[in-house]
């Protein structure tokens, strides 16, 4: 598995990595079993949160004698970021997790409480050894510039947002932000939520030309597309080995510039939108 640089972590992370959003409503077993056959395919990266209902628990034993291997990120609510809040979450999510750390944590999204009190609460977390680093998730360029301002210059880890063949919008200045100021870009549902292109769409017909050349599948080529810059990871979710094995396999793809090209022709960027849009 190929890994990046993961902003100022000092360690790199697997370029496709796991998602864990609606993993709980999935038959335990099976879900326990796709995360760690993801795990001995390289996909260390595992992101959850405490918004994802018992996806913790799931993960918790997906991962117990095999802590070592994992990159570890969770998420706090909003509304639970206070300084106080954000450590109790942390806490919170660690017992769920059964593991005495995170490698990253983030705020979720923006929300009511003030960064300087979040970021403060992450500090602490980290001093206490209880998180590893710390980031935020969709956040817009203005959200970034105050979080840059409360935070301190080589403080954020990364930022998790939307983005798939069909929502774009991190292109136009998000992506931009994070690999000026040296900050990992994770992308969350990289397959969309449930609108994948239909294999009557002329995009499908594109991606499942090149996935043909190289012996590879529509998903595969797609995975690929959003990994396709330095800076860019991505978390899809696999509901069986099978599908793990399936997600892994796109990291080893090579499209070429005129690849590349035609799928972007073929889901176009489109106008920047007045909010980055989010699940």
């Not at 200045?173 to 292109?197: M, N």
Request: charged share 25%; aromatic share 8%.
């Amino acid at each position: 598995m190929e890994r990046r640089p993961f902003g100022p972590v000092p360690r790199e992370i697997a370029v496709i990595g796991q998602g864990t959003w609606y993993i709980d409503d999935a038959h335990r077993p099976t879900a326990v079993a796709t995360l760690r056959r993801g795990l001995d395919l390289g996909m260390t990266h595992i992101d959850t949160g405490e918004m994802y209902g018992d996806a913790e628990t799931v993960v918790g034993e997906a991962i117990a004698e095999r802590r070592e291997e994992v990159f570890l990120v969770s998420k706090v609510l909003p509304s639970n970021a206070t300084r106080a809040g954000t450590v109790a979450a942390c806490e919170r999510s660690l017992a769920r997790l059964r593991t005495d750390r995170l490698d990253c944590y983030l705020l979720h999204w923006p929300g009511p409480h003030p960064l300087e009190d979040t970021f403060a609460g992450f500090e602490r977390l980290r001093e206490q050894g209880k998180i590893l680093s710390w980031g935020v998730s969709n956040f817009d360029v203005p959200d970034l510039d105050a979080a840059w301002k409360a935070g301190g210059e080589g403080r954020i880890a990364c930022n998790q947002v939307l983005y798939h063949l069909q929502e774009r919008a991190i292109e136009h200045a998000v992506l931009p932000w994070c690999e000026e100021h040296g900050i990992a870009t994770v992308a969350y549902s990289p397959f969309g939520h449930g609108s994948f292109p239909g294999p009557d769409t002329s995009g499908y017909r594109v991606l499942g030309e090149i996935a043909s050349s190289h012996g590879a599948t529509a998903r595969q080529v797609a995975l690929r597309f959003l990994v396709r810059r330095p800076s860019l990871l991505t978390i899809p979710k696999a509901s069986s080995p099978e599908h793990v094995a399936d997600n892994a396999a796109a990291a080893a793809l090579q499209p070429t510039e005129a690849e590349l090209a035609r799928i972007d022709a073929a889901f176009p960027l489109g106008s920047r939108p007045r909010r980055l849009p989010m699940l």
